[in-house]
């Protein structure tokens, strides 16, 4: 079995130490730029401005005070402890995690369980991105398919609890608070007057205003047969955010198949359509990310249907074959292939 977790946490951490000296300090231009690791990703903010660098630290608290909130991971946050109550009682969180769990649910009604926050069953199982990825047994698989059911998440407004109905459940935030985290950085830029930025939290990225110049920004779109930070098209945009979902971002590979980690909640294996990749362009980080999931999971034709009927957000779609489809505000962004292998389907 081939091991890419580790190769690419080797990757993220040498990047880092690369760029920590640098990237604390500002330039002539006013620009700062800081890179960390949080939310099980390399982020990394940069902003324009005399209180760029104020700004910026305020942002990465924000994101670690997210992450020790919503994590899946060991014990003591809000989402492990309303896992660790799942058929037992209700709990009160505060109000970014019921406002994040609300999102995440409205989506799971939306897409009929494609997108489903209770998945953490199923990604606990695979192990996908850890060291202890696996191809689970068809008995094992089952098991977790019937612990896996946002209808049984119950929410409590007046109180701001959560509970899980039912022993076992358990929620994974993966596929949303990244976004969510996102929106809360250029919030928090905004709020300190910087009227430049560009965020990006593993992928999810976000722009704020122009470029200093006044020009938009010119953002790579992943390609998703590549490593993280390789591209094949380009896109100019202002006060908007990509987000991408592929096969690239984690898998592992066993007996010459590759396993990713988008996980179908109906059949409890990795999704299997024509898709590569799916890219979200839209106002807020926290739909693109859960769009990004959803819109993958349906395939090529139905996701470009729902896409084009959600207000203030297009699509790029990548195929297995090299083949790109695009929605139909998407020219207006300025759209580019850079890399002669992909060809633009019209």
């Known amino acids: 079995m081939k091991r890419v ?50 700004a910026i630290i305020a ?51 939306k897409f009929k369980g494609r997108f489903d926050i209770t998945i953490g069953p199923l990604v606990k199982l695979w192990g996908i991105g850890t060291e202890d990825a696996r191809v689970p047994s068809a008995k094992e698989i089952e098991n977790a398919l019937e612990k896996v059911n946002y209808k049984a998440l119950k929410l409590n407004e007046q109180e701001n609890s959560a509970m899980l109905e039912n022993e076992g459940m358990s ?26 930025a560009v965020a990006d939290l ?38 908007k955010t990509l987000v ?23 059949t409890g294996y990795p999704v299997e359509n024509d898709l590569a990749s799916v890219t979200i362009f839209s106002d807020s980080s926290i739909d693109a990310d859960a769009l990004s999931t959803s819109i993958f999971s349906l395939g090529l034709k139905e996701g470009i249907k729902q896409v084009e009927a959600i207000p203030d957000t297009e699509a790029i779609f990548v195929t297995k074959d090299y083949k790109v489809y695009i929605t139909s505000g998407v020219k207006d962004y300025g759209f580019k292939i850079t890399d002669q292998r992909f060809e633009l389907v019209n």
């Not at 960390?36 to 390399?42: A, E, Q, R, S, V």
């Not at 971002?249 to 396993?259: A, C, I, L, S, T």
């Open 5 to 54: 977790r580790k190769k690419l946490f080797l990757f993220f951490v040498l990047l880092l130490l690369m760029n920590v000296t640098a990237c604390n300090k500002s330039t002539g231009d006013n620009r700062v730029t800081r890179t960390n690791f949080l939310l099980d990703t390399i982020i990394q903010i940069t902003a324009y401005g005399p209180n760029a660098e104020d």
């Open 59 to 109: 942002a990465f608290d924000r994101i670690s005070d997210i992450q020790n909130k919503m994590t899946a991971v060991g014990h003591g946050s809000e989402i492990t402890k309303i896992n660790d109550a799942a058929g037992i009682s209700f709990q009160k969180m505060s109000p970014d995690t019921f406002f994040v769990l609300k999102r995440g649910l409205y989506y799971s009604e």
């Open 171 to 196: 929620i994974d935030l993966g596929a949303i608070a990244k976004g969510y985290a996102a929106d809360e950085v250029i919030r928090i830029l905004k709020e300190r007057g910087i009227k430049s």
């Open 202 to 239: 593993g992928g999810n990225i976000f722009v704020l205003g122009h470029k200093p110049d006044g020009s938009p920004w010119r953002v790579g779109i992943q390609n998703p047969f590549d490593s993280r930070g390789s591209t094949f098209a380009i896109v100019e945009v202002t006060d």
């Open 244 to 266: 991408t979902s592929g096969i690239y971002e984690r898998y592992f590979e066993e007996n010459g198949k590759r396993y990713h980690h988008i996980l179908d909640t109906y």
